[in-house]
């Protein structure tokens, strides 16, 4: 069993910069693929960036691509998502997520309660 915490959520200006940190329990975090997830109000889940369990590989979604860096620290069980040239389409509650399955997962096994990030314009 995992267990999963989100921060670092807020609100920004259009433009600025978040970083999102995910705290894992467990002695086992070094094993999962990690990864980032939005939903915005009145839409559905949608991924935003994962991360192999080394740290070695990333895979971002088109709309976040140069813009979001995500990143690991397995010695402290944390997940982040750096977030720069925030938009207000970006506004959304963001949930990590664990995988046990191999690269690139297609499902996820753990899920955090989420943080909120909004955007003003």
């Known amino acids: 069993q995992v267990q999963l915490v989100e921060s670092g959520g807020g609100l920004v200006q259009a433009g600025g910069s978040l970083r999102l940190s995910c705290v894992a329990s467990g002695r086992t975090f070094s094993s999962y693929v990690m990864g980032w997830f939005r939903q915005a109000p009145g839409k559905d889940r949608e991924f935003v960036a994962a991360?192999?369990?080394?740290?070695?590989?990333?895979y971002y979604a088109d709309s976040v691509k140069g813009r979001f860096t995500i990143s690991r620290d397995n010695a402290k069980t944390t997940v982040y998502l750096q977030m720069n040239g925030l938009k207000s389409e970006d506004t959304a509650v963001y949930y990590c997520?664990?995988?046990?399955?191999?690269?690139?997962?297609?499902?996820?096994?753990?899920w955090g309660q989420g943080t909120q990030v909004t955007v003003s314009s």
């Open positions: 991360i192999s369990s080394s740290g070695g590989r990333t």
């Open positions: 997520a664990a995988s046990y399955r191999a690269w690139l997962p297609s499902s996820y096994d753990y």
